[in-house]
């Protein structure tokens, strides 16, 4: 079991979020359906620069579907902004393009291909392409073992270094804002921990960070703020002090 | 033991082109769920350029097949595929039947029913002897030509950043997507390869026959299509095993069956069609017992 109140030290870029959000994300009245039958229902939310937001909530309540929804991978309806700039009508690769880069639940890697071509494939969504190798050290130097195993296939990997792989794809776009599904699903305590470093040091480094989540004490703690989304709906906002109860203020709300 | 080996070379070299065309299928069925029916149609229509061509010279004639197999390929997906994004793997099998009939009856109006003919390469179909035993030039020359084609696909497929992205998107099209990898690039690209490949099985069946008609790419496709359904046609080397397979057994086939039931050879390839269906629905090469879906 992991630690219920983690240690993160918080790097906030800046207190202000008019400013932070220059480089951040901004959802309003966000609305996905599938076949007629709403999954989320006309939500709203801030990431800004330097800040994790967390998205919890039961199975079925909307949360991937929300991020699938702000990437353009599913039909939407509502606004997203990224950097004060709309990406409404864009495919999800053109959204990878303005900045936002999404790692899926279940992490999805190229099983086929090595670590280094799944990292190579992730440089694919670049805005621009100068800056690659140091994109590509920055990666290195988060995770180590990719460094280690960068011939290795990735479906031979275990859960907690594909997991790895899944965000230092996603990384290598360079985005301002990297949102994550369930990035803990199926990993080791230990794999986990080491994945919320490392999502630490990448809210350090200035980037906007959404992060869906089943574990709900854990994600509370670590983001500055977390809603819980129920029925396609935003019913309740957590802050950090609110993780030892979490479990009574959620039982409470929803009985 | 002479006609042995003859038989086997004759057999690797039938599989090898058919496994050029099952890998002509399975490129792009590997990236937008089409078992493009027409593909026929595209080694047709490079088939015709040789013929037409082929006076002019090798170095002429084999460029516009290739560019004219590249075209044909690249107006399907804009013309037809590209228009039917949502549709259902089914949806688009009918509606590449429907362009392969459509382009055959183009083709009965363009240059008749009847077969134009040219003698391709006659100098691959003379045989040669190695150590005693005879060998038909064209059967050894196709094996080459596979060999070199396949070596080059596989280079690009894995060195290259558009072949990794090819191959991204055929492993898992969404993700691919989400990864940034532009989903018309990778489509346009399946399509120009499976062009590519669609005029080198033309040349080779071309030098064979020296006659293309408006249905010579059909028989070609069917064993192809099955050959890479029976591989797996989820994977690329499950489309080549695939109709490598078919085309070697129904070769061998064709030489070791008795005369009088040499009729029957289809008959046999398609028996061990269904018996590989029935034991492993997804194909030889595909783990599992589920296609992806």
């Known amino acids: 079991m992991n630690s219920l109140r983690p240690t993160w030290e918080r790097a906030v870029v800046s207190a202000d979020s008019s400013q932070a959000l220059v480089g951040g994300l901004s959802v309003d009245g966000l609305e996905v359906s599938y076949a007629g039958v709403p999954a989320v229902r006309g939500i709203g939310l801030e990431v800004p620069a330097g800040h994790a937001i967390g998205l919890i909530g039961p199975n079925g309540a909307g949360k991937s579907s929300a991020l699938l929804g702000i990437m353009g991978a599913v039909p939407r309806s509502g606004s997203v902004r990224v950097a004060g700039q709309d990406v409404d009508g864009l495919s999800p690769?053109?959204?990878?393009?303005?900045?936002?880069?999404?790692?899926?639940?279940?992490?999805?890697?190229?099983?086929g291909l090595s670590v280094r071509d799944n990292l190579r494939l992730g440089g694919v969504g670049r805005r621009a392409k100068e800056g690659y190798t140091e994109t590509l050290e920055y990666v290195l130097e988060l995770f180590p073992i990719l460094a280690e195993f960068n011939n290795r296939q990735a479906g031979l990997l275990s859960g907690g270094q594909q997991q790895q792989l899944a965000i230092g794809r996603a990384l290598m776009a360079d985005p301002d804002i990297l949102m994550l599904d369930e990035p803990s699903l199926g990993l080791s305590p230990t794999a986990v921990d080491s994945v919320f470093d490392a999502l630490n040091a990448?809210?350090?480094?200035?980037?906007?960070?959404?992060?869906?989540e089943q574990r709900a004490e854990f994600t509370v703690a670590f983001c500055e703020k977390t809603y819980v989304l129920h029925d396609g709906e935003i019913t309740l906002e957590l802050k950090p002090e609110d993780a030892d109860n979490v479990e009574k203020l959620t039982e409470a709300y929803f009985g | 033991m002479n006609q042995l080996v003859q038989s086997l070379v004759d057999a690797i070299s039938a599989g090898a082109t058919l496994g050029l065309a099952a890998l002509s299928i399975g490129l792009v069925f590997g990236v937008i769920r089409l078992a493009n029916f027409a593909a026929g149609e595209i080694i047709t229509a490079s088939g015709y350029s040789i013929i037409f061509t082929w006076q002019l010279g090798w170095y002429v004639a084999i460029p516009i097949a290739i560019i004219i197999g590249v075209i044909l390929s690249l107006l399907m997906e804009l013309g037809v595929f590209s228009r039917m994004r949502t549709a259902t793997p089914a949806t688009l099998l009918v509606a590449s039947f429907g362009l392969s009939f459509l382009l055959q009856r183009v083709y009965e109006l363009l240059f008749t029913n009847n077969v134009q003919t040219a003698a391709v390469a006659p100098e691959l179909a003379r045989?040669?002897?190695?150590?005693?035993?005879?060998?038909?030039?064209?059967?050894?020359?196709?094996?080459?030509?596979?060999?070199?084609?396949?070596?080059?696909?596989?280079?690009?497929?894995?060195?290259s950043i558009w072949g990794l992205q090819l191959q991204a998107a055929a492993a898992d099209f969404r993700t691919a997507r989400l990864v940034g990898i532009p989903a018309s690039r990778v489509i346009g690209l399946s399509f120009a390869l499976s062009g590519i490949l669609a005029a080198a099985v033309a040349f080779v069946t071309t030098v064979q026959t020296g006659a293309v008609g408006p249905t010579f790419g059909v028989p070609i496709v069917i064993l192809a299509l099955i050959?890479?359904?029976?591989?797996?046609?989820?994977?690329?080397?499950?489309?080549?095993a695939g109709g490598f397979l078919v085309g070697f057994a129904t070769s061998m086939l064709a030489s070791w069956l008795p005369s009088d039931m040499s009729n029957f050879r289809d008959a046999y390839v398609f028996l061990l069609v269904i018996v590989v269906l029935i034991f492993r629905p997804s194909g030889l090469l595909v783990r599992g017992g589920t296609v992806r879906t």
């Open chain 1, 93 to 111: 690769e053109q959204v990878v393009r303005r900045g936002v880069s999404l790692v899926p639940e279940g992490r999805h890697v190229f099983t």
């Open chain 1, 202 to 212: 990448i809210r350090s480094a200035g980037k906007a960070v959404l992060v869906v």
């Open chain 2, 127 to 159: 045989t040669i002897s190695v150590g005693g035993i005879r060998f038909q030039l064209l059967s050894l020359a196709t094996i080459v030509i596979a060999g070199v084609i396949l070596f080059a696909l596989i280079q690009f497929l894995n060195k």
């Open chain 2, 227 to 240: 050959g890479a359904v029976i591989g797996g046609i989820d994977k690329i080397s499950g489309a080549l």
